[in-house]
T-cell receptor, first 112, second 112 residues
Framework: GENVEQHPSTLSVQEGDSAVIKCTYS??????FPWYKQELGKGPQLIIDIRSNVGEKKDQRIAVTLNKTAKHFSLHITETQPEDSAVYFC???????????FGAGTRLTVKP | KAGVTQTPRYLIKTRGQQVTLSCSPI?????VSWYQQTPGQGLQFLFE???????NKGNFPGRFSGRQFSNSRSEMNVSTLELGDSALYLCASSLPTSDTQYFGPGTRLTVL
């Protein structure tokens, strides 16, 4: 089955700096790659997603890149703000809500 | 539009008991997926229901079961509870033709 690895497990940046989180996956049939942000006491919130037919997607300060050949995808957050502090999860699935696999999470801390 | 709601939010049970958790999806969403989140194992897929049928299933023992009603509301049941079942149980809903999943706040189950 799918195995998703996520790095780093913790990341601390200064407000205004960029943050990058990387994930690798093993199942070449995976075609859907979402990123979620989870704040304390809340469920994961989708922040951006990408499909295997796209190499990059951007939404304001957040961007995701996908390298299908190398089976890795990354989340980039620019101009970080203290409210970006949370745990971020990457995930991969074959689509149709079929057995989505999550990375272990990255705890991002943005220092004011 | 109201988000995904889960009840109860907190639950304390003892070993050997059974528990039923409820999830109401976003209006119009017919797919409901369930996940278990623990510090050690992270987010793990339990199963997914669509149009009252279990469409996908993760790698959990048969003590974990679920069902979906005609109004798309879903319940999951855990029988013969074990200490290791203590976790945050999350449900997520999505539109019939979309991979995008929206999570509820979760039910925190503690097994004593």
């Amino acid at each position: 089955g799918e195995n998703v690895e996520q790095h780093p497990s913790t990341l601390s940046v200064q407000e205004g700096d960029s943050a990058v989180i990387k994930c690798t996956y093993s199942d070449s049939a995976s075609n859907y790659f979402p990123w979620y942000k989870q704040e304390l006491g809340k469920g994961p919130q989708l922040i951006i997603d990408i499909r295997s037919n796209v190499g990059e997607k951007k939404d304001q300060r957040i961007a995701v890149t996908l390298n299908k050949t190398a089976k890795h995808f990354s989340l980039h957050i620019t101009e970080t703000q203290p409210e970006d502090s949370a745990v971020y999860f990457c995930a991969a699935s074959r689509g149709n809500n079929n057995d989505m696999r999550f990375g272990a999470g990255t705890r991002l801390t943005v220092k004011p | 539009k109201a988000g995904v709601t889960q009840t109860p939010r907190y639950l304390i049970k003892t070993r050997g008991q059974q528990v039923t958790l409820s999830c109401s999806p976003i209006s119009g969403h017919r797919s409901v997926s369930w996940y278990q989140q623990t510090p050690g194992q992270g987010l793990q897929f339990l199963f997914e229901y669509f149009s009252e049928t279990q469409r996908n299933k993760g790698n959990f023992p048969g003590r974990f079961s679920g069902r979906q009603f005609s109004n798309s509301r879903s319940e999951m049941n855990v029988s013969t509870l074990e200490l290791g079942d203590s976790a945050l149980y999350l449900c997520a809903s999505s539109l019939p033709t979309s991979d995008t999943q929206y999570f509820g706040p979760g039910t925190r189950l503690t097994v004593l």
